[in-house]
């Protein structure tokens, strides 16, 4: 079994020592550590192409994205190894755009949902099937490390970070939101936040090879501190009434108030349809499908194409109509 360390920070400083304590304990619990720094690395951002839907539509084994950076190499060590551990800074209260940079180009073009239909159709029609390495269930773990003393300035940080288990239906163990990093100096002088930290590690290298439903810890930061019994963050969606979102998970839970107490009960039903189960990846997938029906004969409409065509021109010449040079 191979955990993967992931460190979006400067290389040898706080995320670097943080991920690097959590694959220490994977590897003293028996698994086999990569670690890799991305710093020095270009991942630019998802043009949006359709070049990997294309790589699937056309039968293609292995979907690959057709920028030429250095994305492939986050994407080829994420494919061989059977847990995954990030830690990424905040950077203006949400996680560091490099690493949003990867899940876009990461998860949508690897999203289970996908991959399962089309194997369906390859099988129905005997042509070669997905890598396999696309149908392997991960486990994960999330660092996010701020260096505000508010938990207030890092927000965003572990919420973003879970963006990533959705699309590939990875089950997270555990987080640690390693914030007010400016007063700690350096994260090796808070043994106990180190000690969160490895205890990722333990819980990703323990979980690997066992089924999800069986893995039920969380490791890291204790789970009184959460909301969300998915992904465990403190984020909630509110629209005036007692019913509340996780916008992580996009499930839905009732809120209660009592005396100065909040508590939010969510459903078995909505748990097991939480954004990185197989039942919110489906819910998702028909959701596209369903666009796509609408979508493409109103775009196919030959008087709408006509009409489209003609607005189109107006905002292509956008500079040439305000008087811009
Ligand atoms: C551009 C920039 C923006 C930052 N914004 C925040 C922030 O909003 N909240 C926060 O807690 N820390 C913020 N920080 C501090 C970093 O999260 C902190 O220095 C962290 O330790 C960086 O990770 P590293 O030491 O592994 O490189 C920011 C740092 C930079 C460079």
New binding site residues.
């Given amino acids: 079994m191979k955990v993967l360390g992931i460190?979006f920070?400067?290389k040898n400083?706080?995320?670097?020592i943080m991920v690097k304590e959590a694959l220490f304990a994977a590897h003293e619990a028996g698994a086999e550590v990569q670690f890799i720094n991305t710093m020095g690395m270009r991942i630019d951002h998802c043009h949006a192409c359709d070049y990997c839907s294309r790589c699937r539509e056309k039968g293609d084994v292995e979907i690959h994205c057709v920028l030429k950076d250095d994305y492939h190499i986050l994407e080829e060590a994420y494919l061989d190894c059977d847990g995954v551990i990030i830690a990424a800074?905040?950077?203006?209260?949400g996680i560091v755009g490099q690493f949003k940079n990867f899940l876009d180009r990461m998860c949508p073009a690897h999203d289970r949902a996908e991959m399962i239909e089309t194997n369906k159709k390859r099988e129905a029609e005997g042509k070669p099937l997905l890598d396999p390495r696309y149908f392997k269930d991960r486990y994960s773990a999330y660092i996010s490390?701020?260096?505000?003393n508010t938990r207030n300035?890092?927000a965003l940080g572990l919420p973003m970070l879970h963006l990533f288990d959705f699309s590939l239906v990875q089950k997270c163990v555990g987080h640690v939101d390693a914030?007010d990093?400016g007063n700690t100096g350096s994260p090796v002088l808070d043994r106990e936040l180190m000690a969160r930290c490895a205890s990722l590690g333990t819980a990703v290298a323990g979980a690997i090879g066992r089924p999800y439903d069986e893995v039920t810890t969380w490791a890291g930061d204790p789970e009184d501190d959460s909301v969300c019994p998915v992904c465990h963050c403190r984020l909630l969606n509110i629209n005036g009434t007692t019913d509340v979102e996780c916008p992580i998970c996009g499930i839905w839970g009732k809120l209660e108030v009592e005396d100065d107490k909040v508590h939010v009960t969510w459903s078995p039903e909505e748990i097991s349809r939480a954004r990185n189960t197989p039942i919110g990846i489906y819910e998702h997938y028909h959701e596209i499908q369903n666009m796509i029906k609408i979508c493409v004969p109103k775009l196919t409409d030959p008087k709408n194409a006509e009409f489209i065509k003609k607005e189109t021109e107006r905002y292509a010449r956008f500079d040439e109509i305000v008087g811009n040079k």
């Fill in positions: 460190s920070g400067r400083q706080r995320c670097d800074p905040v950077y203006a209260v490390v701020g260096g505000a300035w890092v914030y990093q």
